[in-house]
């Protein structure tokens, strides 16, 4: 079992800029992909940023130019920059990793974006 902890949530203003953590109790070294969805409610759940075990960066459409994803090795994190936010970022955001027989998901964080 994959524990995954994530911290970073919040309210901010549109334009503004947030950094969610995500800390995961493996080697997150040994596993296929990390990363960050989110999902409105009512809506169905959408990647916002993966990193492959190869190092291989994947995008949601909606987030291109403005969220960065990253990864530490030695601290098993997975990090979200997000910048130039936007209203229709709001949303609970949850980290993800696919382990070796499954995918684990983290109890996920609000992201609310509104003046």
């Known amino acids: 079992q994959i524990q995954l902890v994530e911290s970073g949530g919040g309210l901010v203003q549109p334009g503004g800029s947030l950094k969610l953590s995500c800390a995961a109790s493996?080697?997150?070294?040994?596993?296929?992909?990390v990363g960050w969805y989110r999902q409105v409610a009512g809506k169905e759940r959408e990647l916002v940023a993966t990193i492959s075990r190869g190092g291989l960066i994947n995008y949601g459409d909606s987030v291109k130019e403005r969220f960065s994803v990253s990864s530490d090795t030695v601290k098993n994190t997975v990090s979200l920059h997000m910048n130039i936010l936007k209203p229709e970022d709001t949303a609970v955001y949850y980290c993800?990793?696919?382990?070796?027989?499954?995918?684990?998901w983290g109890q996920g964080t609000q992201v609310t974006v509104s003046s």
């Open positions: 493996v080697d997150i070294s040994t596993l296929h992909r």
């Open positions: 993800y990793v696919a382990g070796p027989w499954t995918d684990y």
